[in-house]
């Protein structure tokens, strides 16, 4: 979808906001389309990291002739280009450096900025091309970056970053389950229809069964009777906190003070922290404890596997877990284009205001093309700066996604599997259900301040 709607901008991309909409893309609002294509220039990123980090890509390169050191020549012409920074996790962390530049810039830039009256303003919603070209520029840059303490230093960079996206990620599953169940639940009072309710009551229950599945293979496979302690604390504890959170949500006092959470939200979180778990397990660099996927598929047994500190671990972005994290992260990012939440507590997190703006219609100019409107003049439907961090962030877990979080190794040219990437996404887990169990405390524990 937004692939289709970058190429459906392309003729606004020199324009100044608000700008035009082709024929093919429906009428919207200034502040959606937007953030709508900031998000396509962070996906075209994440497609060229992919197609980078693809297996035999350095291979290809070296193929051209002329173009790669070490690889084919031409009579006369010196090979300059160094494929393998091109190539492998040294692309994926240049590229995400360069995306991360590129918004932290504008998160900085755009700080305070209350209407779309303020100048700035007119920077954040037109002037594609010329930012696109920025943005060019700084990848190009970036891959003339020395090697050197860059890679192991930008590591610790997108660990921390990652910590924090996990969380946003956390929030904004919250404001979709909030959104999906006031919606269902609104559409089975309207005229009794049972089907809205019972389609609540199937997705809770597929949930809650997927999460229960999880559990039950992570003890089967991640864990061993006397080995892997570390997997077994994380396993249990999270599955108990899940339980309490879900029992906490349908408390009569709860229920009383925010009616809209239910069970539905509890299933989601639940499911997303076991995925954040099993995604803290696989990158434990005890291989006992970590049996890839495909033994698992194959029933090879994983004592059989070489150690990490035999046979370096390679990148393997295809990873079952990293696809999930792609997956999450691809819908999370296009949800928070377009959201217009009514849960204030998540709007107050995620810096948004409720439902401002959303009533505008697209105008349709003289020339018969559909002009986005600017929704914006009387305040900010969402803050810029915080935005673009976001998407800063965003840029930081798309880096550790990709190298399957392993710490680059610049004496052996592999990336390792570490423990602090495991601590980190234990932790983050810990903290998100936290998070999602102070807004549910939050309105009964503060009566005098307005939750709803």
Same mark, same amino acid.
């Given at each position: ?203 809770? /229950? ?37 339980? /309490?959170?879900?029992?906490?949500? /349908? ?86 284009? /377009? ?114």
């Amino acid at each position: 979808f937004l692939f289709l709607f970058g190429l459906c901008n392309v003729s606004c991309l020199c324009g100044s906001a608000p700008c035009l909409l082709c024929g093919c893309c429906p009428s919207s609002n200034n502040s959606t389309v937007t953030r709508l294509v900031f998000s396509f220039f962070l996906l075209l990123g994440t497609l060229v990291s992919i197609i980078m980090i693809l297996p035999g890509m350095e291979t290809q390169l070296q193929k051209i002739p002329g173009f790669c050191q070490g690889g084919s020549t031409i009579p006369g012409v010196e090979n300059q280009v160094n494929c393998d920074v091109i190539v492998g996790y040294k692309s994926v962390y240049r590229m995400c450096f360069a995306m991360a530049c590129f918004f932290f810039v504008f998160s900085a830039v755009m700080i305070r900025v209350r209407t779309s009256k303020d100048p700035r303003a007119a920077i954040q919603n037109g002037f594609w091309f010329f930012k696109f070209l920025i943005l060019v520029g700084i990848t190009v840059g970036a891959f003339f970056i020395p090697d050197g303490t860059f890679n192991n230093v930008w590591f610790y960079f997108g660990i921390v970053g990652s910590f924090m996206f996990i969380l946003i990620q956390l929030i904004l599953l919250i404001d979709f389950a909030h959104s999906w169940n006031e919606v269902w639940v609104r559409n089975s009072e309207d005229g009794d229809r049972k089907g809205w309710f019972f389609g609540l009551l199937f997705f809770t /229950i597929l949930h809650y069964a997927l999460a229960f599945a999880a559990v039950v293979l992570f003890y089967l496979y991640y864990t061993k009777p006397d080995n892997c302690t570390e997997h077994k604390v994380f396993i249990s504890l999270n599955l108990i906190i899940c339980i /309490i959170v879900s029992v906490v949500s /349908i408390l009569p006092k709860v229920q009383e003070h925010s009616p809209q959470s239910g069970l539905l939200q509890s299933s989601l979180i639940t499911l997303y922290t076991m995925y954040v778990t099993w995604s803290a397990m696989t990158n434990n660099p005890n291989r006992a404890c970590n049996p890839s996927l495909l033994s698992l598929v194959s029933n090879i047994s994983s004592s059989a596997e070489p150690t990490p500190t035999s046979t370096p671990g390679t990148v393997q972005w295809w990873d079952a877990q990293g696809i999930v994290g792609l997956v999450i992260f691809l819908f999370c990012t296009f949800y928070a284009s /377009i959201r217009s939440s009514s849960n204030t507590q998540v709007n107050k997190l995620m810096q948004t205001e409720e439902g401002k703006g959303s009533g505008v219609e697209g105008e349709v100019g003289e020339d018969g093309l559909r002009r986005v409107v600017d929704n914006e003049e009387d305040g900010v439907t969402y803050s810029y700066s915080f935005f673009h961090f976001h998407l800063f962030l965003a840029s930081l877990y798309i880096m550790m996604t990709l190298t399957n979080w392993y710490m680059p190794d610049t004496t052996t040219q592999a990336m390792l599997s570490s423990m602090p990437a495991v601590w980190v996404k234990i932790c983050s887990s810990w903290l998100g259900l936290a998070l999602y169990l102070w807004t549910l405390m939050a309105p009964v524990v503060l009566p005098n301040r307005d939750f709803s």
